[in-house]
């Protein structure tokens, strides 16, 4: 049975709308976001490992290699089996820090430009010709079913198909942030049509050819060597060595990685991939060697590479012939999309834009909209790679290996990673060191020969046969030497090289153990590192990053903080790190959001980062570390926990700690205001804290002030902390201690005002007698105007009776004011007489039986004045005359004198006998 090359192609075509409409439908919201977030969607993306090389080829590799075939699925299970220690720190670093593919960790890590190139030109000569793989299994399959030659337009379209579906489905987005929910749900469905058409092609292989389980036992009987191929070779085969391949291959191409971490939308869904992952693999395992003896039994005319389609042919039927060649057609498309995705990726953010950014002299107008452009175009230029490596291929077989030989490339990456995640001391000239090491072997051993047999290179020269390893397995033997060559650099150069200061940072910050920052932001508001950056990256991009930065922080326009600025420009790399990977994202943060390293750290900053670590560190510490940490977190809290407003500053007058009871009593919430200088605090705790803070004084009493609208008194009382490692000249920290005293300064004001209240009650009698002489007087008076005529004499009286009445108003308003003294008064300080205050006391003193019986001499001088609260100043007077009265015999003097003394003080005596 043969086909007609148009029905095959029609049903590619059609395959691949269905794909197109699929992805669209979930970019569009028509299909829910939750399938997206599924973690079985996540775990069927996953299954992009399994190329065509695995639907094909592992039915061909069974043949050779036996149940050898199993290591490139138990190396994946292995891997997804240490998801906690291995798949989850990548995970967390990648989201963390915006990572979008294998370059940029690198990168990331050993701090270094040619890190990143060298990864990234690393996997274009691995991967690339891995991808005309692709290519040329969907050609050799419609050869097969066809049993003609396949016009290599074919395979020019199919290429072109590919590159417009990763344009519009994995290239829609500038930001690593925004993932791509229509790539994802493709990927899953084409990862279920591989699994499905497999799953149909097994089932016939044993139930339509064989005649079901019995059947094969007894074909097994009769041909006992089948099942001796399968044991034979893993006694001596190369089965450690696949199964190392194959676990670097898990996580570490250039597609799994995009897969598992760069397109992972739940982070949680990756615990559910620990075990469905592998789950996955075997079931599309199970039907391998069932089609290998179908295959066998029944001479499907084909290379065992191509029983799959071979039986299906056998079967008479077209709708599963279809469902197989669509399944292998699948299994291509899948992989040249996703692996040309990462390496578009890689060769932007290391080839491409460091070169755009060092020669360009000015910002780009629109740089979201360039690197999508220039995205789009390395997406064609990878796939076309592809293509022109395929036609070599088609003229030179035997670069099939190349699979393998893409899995030896790809595993020169794992003593980086071994670094990167456990062994902090690692230095970026031990992994350049050993990658170029290891690389050089993996070029002469495996890729040059291969080169050579086909005809394409003549070196003349073979690596392995020098080596005396010409009996070996060129992948036993390349695999071998180049991690050999490539481990003993990378560690013997780190061992001998030295860290700088970033690589510091950087590994501390691979183990959650980031150092805390050094310097303060030179600019000083958001609206300044708009500013700066616009002349790196253009004005919209600035803002819009910016923009996102502070949504990120849940931070406002007008933060003027500098720890959480400094927050804002962590945030602002980090954000641009997925935009344009993460070392030109440093570069142009350094370059335009500048800090100043002069200037001391602030020691909020250092507590919240030494806080975070240990917050995160907590479980594994031990010993007397656990002990101590244990301390810290007591005595912390101890004093979040004082009834006592406490507000802690650092050195250079910055927030530190501002506890509970002092959020109580201003209303500033401490995480809000933790780092803020004092002098930038809401009034009146701006103005108040930082001069007190910068007097001499150790306490001050008493201080009446204005708290959300209500009149409160505190004292306030600090203590320096003084550092015993410092020099004498830098400035210590210091601990605010806050009381309230509004309560007991409310009753020391009532019981006052209670004891004026009798005060006045003892002063009743003379008051009555001041009054009754004056009113004696008024009614005398207006009795002899009654019959009085003479107008001299009437204006006379009238002024004597008007004199009397100011007197007693004298009096009862003398008496009101001294009787309304006790309460807190709320008019501001104002210039008083002296001498009017105490000729006021005077008046109330001589109410009192005793006061008439003094003499008072008030010798103040009248020009004398000071600012005060003129009612309570005479209630002081009041008090003092009252005191002398009670001291002195009837007819002593009492005398009250004032003089101007140094620096605007007065002094005041009052003297007696």
Same mark, same amino acid.
């Given at each position: 049975?043969?086909?007609?090359?148009?029905?095959?192609?029609?049903?590619?075509?059609?395959?691949?709308?269905?794909?197109?409409?699929?992805?669209?439908?979930?970019e569009r919201?028509?299909?829910?976001?939750?399938v997206?977030?599924?973690p079985?969607?996540?775990?069927?993306s996953?299954?992009?490992?399994?190329?065509?090389?695995?639907y094909?080829?592992?039915?061909?590799?069974?043949?050779t290699?036996?149940?050898n075939?199993?290591?490139?699925y138990? &190396?994946?299970?292995?891997?997804?089996?240490?998801t906690?220690?291995?798949?989850?720190?990548?995970?967390?670093?990648?989201?963390?820090?915006?990572?979008?593919?294998?370059?940029?960790?690198?990168?990331?890590?050993?701090?270094?430009?040619?890190?990143?190139?060298?990864?990234?030109?690393?996997m274009?000569?691995?991967?690339?010709?891995y991808?005309?793989?692709?290519?040329?299994?969907v050609?050799a399959?419609?050869?097969?079913?066809?049993?003609?030659?396949?016009?290599?337009?074919?395979?020019?379209?199919?290429?072109?198909?590919?590159?417009?579906?990763?344009?519009?489905?994995?290239?829609?987005?500038?930001?690593?942030?925004?993932?791509?929910?229509?790539?994802?749900?493709?990927?899953?469905?084409?990862?279920?049509?591989?699994?499905?058409?497999?799953?149909?092609?097994?089932?016939?292989?044993?139930? &339509?050819l064989?005649?079901?389980?019995?059947?094969?036992?007894?074909?097994?009987?009769?041909?006992?060597d089948?099942?001796?191929?399968?044991?034979?070779?893993m006694?001596?085969?190369?089965? !450690?060595?696949?199964?190392?391949?194959?676990?670097?291959?898990?996580?570490?191409l250039?597609?799994?990685?995009?897969?598992?971490?760069?397109?992972?939308?739940?982070?949680?869904t990756?615990?559910?991939?620990?075990?469905?992952?592998?789950?996955?693999?075997?079931?599309?395992?199970?039907?391998?060697?069932?089609?290998?003896?179908?295959?066998?039994?029944?001479?499907?005319?084909?290379?065992?590479?191509?029983?799959?389609?071979?039986?299906?042919?056998?079967?008479?039927?077209?709708?599963?012939?279809?469902?197989?060649?669509?399944?292998?057609v699948?299994?291509?498309?899948?992989?040249?999309?996703?692996?040309?995705?990462?390496l578009?990726?890689?060769?932007?953010?290391?080839?491409?834009?460091?070169?755009?950014?060092?020669?360009?002299?000015?910002?780009?107008?629109?740089?979201?909209?360039?690197?999508?452009?220039?995205?789009?175009?390395?997406?064609?230029?990878?796939?076309?790679?592809?293509?022109?490596?395929?036609?070599?291929?088609?003229?030179?077989?035997?670069?099939?290996?190349?699979?393998?030989?893409?899995?030896?490339?790809?595993a020169?990456?794992?003593?980086?990673?071994?670094?990167?995640?456990?062994?902090?001391?690692?230095?970026?000239?031990?992994?350049?060191?050993?990658?170029?090491?290891g690389?050089?072997?993996?070029?002469?051993?495996?890729?040059?020969?291969?080169?050579?047999?086909?005809?394409?290179?003549?070196?003349?020269?073979n690596?392995?046969?020098?080596?005396?390893?010409?009996a070996?397995?060129?992948?036993?033997?390349?695999?071998?030497?180049?991690?050999?060559?490539?481990?003993?650099?990378?560690?013997?150069?780190?061992?001998?090289?030295?860290?700088?200061?970033?690589?510091?940072?950087?590994?501390?910050?691979c183990?959650?153990g980031?150092?805390?920052?050094?310097?303060?932001?030179?600019?000083?508001s958001?609206?300044?590192?708009?500013e700066?950056?616009?002349r790196?990256?253009?004005?919209?991009?600035?803002?819009?990053?910016?923009?996102q930065?502070?949504?990120?922080? %849940?931070?406002?326009?007008?933060?003027?903080?500098?720890?959480?600025?400094?927050?804002l420009?962590?945030?602002?790399?980090?954000?641009?790190?997925?935009?344009?990977?993460?070392?030109?994202?440093?570069?142009?943060?350094?370059?335009?959001?500048?800090?100043?390293?002069?200037?001391?750290?602030?020691?909020?900053?250092?507590?919240?980062?030494?806080?975070?670590h240990?917050?995160?560190?907590?479980?594994?510490?031990?010993?007397?570390?656990?002990?101590?940490?244990?301390?810290r977190?007591?005595?912390?809290?101890?004093?979040?926990?004082?009834?006592?407003?406490v507000?802690?500053?650092?050195?250079?007058?910055?927030?530190?700690?501002?506890?509970?009871? !002092?959020?109580?009593?201003?209303?500033?919430a401490? %995480?809000?205001?933790?780092?803020a200088?004092?002098?930038?605090?809401?009034e009146?705790?701006?103005a108040?804290?930082?001069?007190?803070?910068?007097?001499?004084?150790?306490?001050?009493?008493?201080?009446?002030?204005?708290i959300?609208?209500?009149t409160?008194?505190?004292n306030?009382?600090?203590?320096?902390?003084e550092?015993?490692t410092?020099? %004498?000249?830098?400035r210590?920290? !210091?601990?605010i201690?806050?009381?309230?005293q509004?309560?007991?300064?409310?009753l020391?004001?009532?019981?006052?005002?209670?004891?004026?209240?009798?005060?006045?009650?003892?002063?009743?009698?003379?008051v009555?007698?001041?009054?009754?002489?004056?009113?004696?007087?008024?009614a005398?008076?207006?009795?002899?105007?009654?019959?009085?005529?003479?107008?001299?004499?009437?204006?006379?009286?009238?002024?004597?009776?008007?004199?009397?009445?100011?007197r007693?108003?004298?009096?009862?308003?003398?008496?009101?004011?001294?009787?309304?003294?006790g309460?807190?008064?709320?008019?501001?300080?104002?210039?008083?007489?002296?001498?009017?205050?105490?000729?006021? %006391?005077?008046?109330?003193?001589?109410?009192s039986?005793?006061?008439?019986?003094?003499?008072?001499?008030?010798?103040?001088?009248?020009?004398?004045?000071l600012?005060?609260?003129?009612?309570?100043?005479?209630?002081?007077?009041?008090?003092?005359?009252?005191?002398?009265?009670?001291?002195?015999q009837?007819?002593d003097?009492i005398?009250?004198?004032?003089?101007?003394?140094?620096?605007?003080?007065?002094?005041i005596?009052?003297?007696?006998?």
């Open positions: 049975m043969t086909f007609e090359l148009w029905i095959l192609f029609l049903a590619g075509v059609a395959y691949l709308l269905v794909l197109f409409l699929i992805a669209y439908a979930a919201g028509l299909i829910p976001s939750r997206a977030r599924h079985l969607t996540y775990v069927l996953l299954g992009v490992y399994a190329t065509s090389w695995s094909y080829g592992s039915v061909g590799f069974a043949q290699q036996g149940y075939f199993l290591t490139i138990l &190396g994946v299970t292995l891997a997804f089996a240490l906690p220690v291995l798949l989850m720190p990548i995970l967390r670093l990648t989201r963390e820090y915006q990572l979008t593919s294998l370059a940029d960790l690198l990168a990331f890590r050993y701090r270094n430009q040619l890190t990143g190139v060298l990864v990234t030109l690393f274009l000569v691995g991967i690339v010709p991808i005309s793989l692709q290519i040329l299994a050609t399959s419609m050869r097969s079913l066809t049993q003609a030659a396949t016009p290599t337009a074919l395979a020019f379209g199919f290429c072109v198909t590919l590159i417009v579906f990763a344009i519009l489905f994995g290239a829609r987005h500038a930001s690593a942030r925004e993932k791509h929910e229509g790539l994802v749900v493709a990927i899953a469905f084409e990862s279920a049509v591989k699994l499905l058409a497999l799953a149909i092609v097994g089932g016939f292989a044993v139930f &339509g064989f005649g079901g389980f019995d059947g094969m036992e007894r074909w097994l009987a009769k041909t006992p089948a099942l001796t191929q399968l044991y034979q070779p006694q001596q085969g190369p089965w !450690m060595t696949l199964l190392l391949l194959a676990f670097a291959a898990a996580f570490l250039p597609r799994q990685f995009h897969m598992t971490f760069t397109e992972n939308i739940e982070p949680r990756l615990g559910y991939a620990a075990w469905g992952f592998p789950l996955l693999m075997l079931l599309i395992n199970l039907p391998i060697v069932p089609v290998l003896w179908a295959g066998r039994a029944f001479q499907a005319g084909t290379n065992p590479d191509y029983y799959v389609l071979g039986i299906a042919l056998q079967s008479g039927s077209g709708w599963l012939t279809i469902v197989a060649f669509l399944g292998g699948s299994a291509a498309s899948a992989m040249m999309i996703v692996e040309t995705l990462a578009a990726a890689m060769c932007l953010n290391h080839l491409v834009l460091p070169m755009s950014f060092l020669t360009r002299a000015a910002a780009y107008d629109n740089l979201y909209q360039r690197l999508l452009w220039w995205r789009r175009f390395l997406i064609a230029v990878v796939i076309l790679a592809g293509y022109g490596f395929y036609l070599l291929l088609e003229s030179n077989q035997g670069l099939v290996q190349l699979g393998l030989i893409s899995f030896v490339a790809v020169q990456f794992l003593p980086g990673i071994v670094g990167l995640l456990f062994w902090s001391r690692a230095t970026r000239a031990g992994f350049i060191g050993g990658l170029l090491g690389g050089f072997i993996w070029l002469f051993v495996l890729l040059a020969p291969l080169l050579e047999n086909s005809g394409i290179i003549h070196l003349g020269f690596l392995q046969e020098w080596l005396g390893g010409a070996d397995s060129p992948i036993v033997f390349g695999t071998f030497w180049s991690l050999a060559i490539n481990s003993l650099l990378f560690v013997g150069l780190s061992v001998c090289t030295r860290q700088s200061a970033e690589e510091m940072d950087a590994a501390r910050a183990v959650r980031a150092l805390p920052p050094r310097g303060v932001v030179a600019a000083a958001p609206e300044q590192f708009r700066q950056l616009a790196m990256v253009g004005p919209q991009t600035a803002a819009r990053e910016v923009r930065a502070l949504a990120d922080l %849940a931070l406002t326009d007008n933060e003027r903080r500098p720890t959480q600025l400094r927050r420009r962590e945030r602002i790399e980090r954000n641009l790190s997925g935009l344009v990977g993460p070392l030109l994202a440093r570069m142009v943060v350094n370059d335009r959001l500048q800090l100043d390293q002069g200037s001391r750290l602030a020691l909020a900053d250092t507590v919240r980062n030494l806080e975070e240990l917050e995160d560190s907590r479980s594994r510490l031990q010993g007397l570390a656990a002990e101590l940490d244990a301390l977190r007591y005595h912390r809290q101890t004093l979040q926990e004082l009834p006592l407003p507000c802690s500053l650092g050195p250079e007058r910055e927030v530190v700690i501002w506890n509970h009871a !002092m959020e109580r009593l201003s209303g500033l401490g %995480a809000e205001i933790g780092g200088g004092l002098a930038a605090l809401p009146p705790w701006g108040l804290l930082s001069g007190f803070a910068d007097t001499r004084e150790q306490h001050l009493y008493k201080l009446q002030v204005q959300r609208g209500r409160r008194w505190l306030l009382h600090k203590a320096a902390i550092d015993p410092a020099m %004498a000249y830098v210590s920290g !210091m601990v201690l806050v009381e309230d509004t309560e007991r300064q409310t020391e004001s009532e019981l006052a005002h209670a004891e004026r209240l009798a005060s006045i009650g003892r002063l009743a009698a003379g009555a007698h001041e009054i009754g002489n004056p009113l004696t007087g008024i005398s008076l207006a009795q002899n105007l009654r019959d009085e005529n003479d107008r001299g004499v009437i204006d006379e009286s009238v002024g004597l009776i008007q004199q009397q009445i100011r007693i108003a004298d009096i009862v308003q003398s008496l009101v004011t001294f009787a309304h003294g309460v807190p008064s709320q008019r501001p300080v104002a210039p008083v007489p002296l001498a009017d205050c105490v000729e006021e %006391a005077v008046r109330l003193v001589r109410l039986r005793a006061g008439k019986q003094a003499n008072f001499i008030n010798r103040c001088d009248p020009d004398i004045e600012q005060g609260d003129r009612s309570r100043l005479v209630q002081v007077f009041v008090n003092l005359l009252t005191n002398a009265c009670d001291a002195s009837p007819g003097s005398e009250v004198g004032a003089a101007l003394e140094a620096d605007d003080f007065i002094r005596e009052v003297r007696d006998n």
